[in-house]
């Protein structure tokens, strides 16, 4: 059974358009997490939301809204699409957020192309 | 924003071989953590460090939490072509926020 899953696997679509992307975990999880993946690899955190509730919010282009229907998904919109958000686009889960480090589960990645 | 600083960016290595990357911040974190990612799917995580001078294994990878909370290391011993992918360092903040390192390629010849 896949613990993370994301939908689409690979997106293109045309500058200005708006998207959306779904991850969906069978995990258990309270916590979810958005991460964006430039073409140089560098991993960097968007936003996270626990029970439904936005955690963080890195400094993201407002274009980006999470939407966290339960606590099995987090969803993520991208309004006006430009070249630069072009990058492969990773749903994590983790349970809770206290004590120490809660291993985070990654899903399998979303490749966004803008063109 | 936060950074880690990891080394060396790639490397190519014989079957065999042992292999060494390191991470390097100017903050303290509460966790340090080494994730591998294969081609074409989602980080997973190989070792999390708690303590400060922590030494950890995991079958052939060995890591440890430097004695400062702002360096680690992986050891890799006798690399197989498995091992190939990217191998990233991690530093946990507040919130589970994780912050990552730039990541070193890992290639070996078999």
């Known amino acids: 059974d896949t613990a993370v899953s994301q939908t689409p696997k690979y997106l293109v679509t045309q500058m200005g358009n708006d998207k959306s992307i779904k991850c969906e975990q069978n995990?258990?999880?309270?916590?979810m997490y958005w991460y964006k993946q430039d073409s140089k690899k560098f991993l960097k955190i968007m936003f996270s939301?626990?029970?439904?509730?936005?955690?963080i919010n890195e400094t993201v282009p407002n274009r980006f809204s999470p939407k966290s229907p339960d606590k099995a998904h987090l969803n993520l919109h991208i309004n006006s699409l430009e070249l630069g958000d072009s990058a492969v686009y990773f749903c994590?889960?983790?349970?809770?957020?206290?004590?120490?480090?809660?291993?985070?589960?990654f899903g399998p990645g979303t490749r966004l192309t803008v063109l | 924003g936060q950074q880690l600083n990891q080394s060396p960016q790639s490397m190519f290595i014989q079957e065999g071989e042992d292999v060494s990357m390191n991470c390097t911040s100017s903050s303290i974190f509460n966790t340090w953590l080494w994730y591998k990612q294969d081609p074409g799917e989602g980080p997973v995580l190989l070792i999390a460090l708690y303590k400060a001078g922590e030494l950890t294994s995991n079958g052939r990878l060995t890591a440890q939490f430097g004695i400062t909370r702002k360096d680690s290391f992986l050891n890799i011993s006798a690399s197989i072509p498995s091992d190939v992918g990217i191998y990233f360092c991690a530093g946990q903040q507040y919130g589970n926020k994780l912050v990552f390192g730039a990541g070193t390629i890992l290639r070996v010849k078999s």
């Open positions: 994590a889960s983790s349970q809770g957020l206290a004590g120490g480090y809660n291993e985070q589960f």
């Open positions: 939301y626990n029970n439904k509730e936005l955690i």
């Open positions: 995990l258990g999880h309270d916590t």
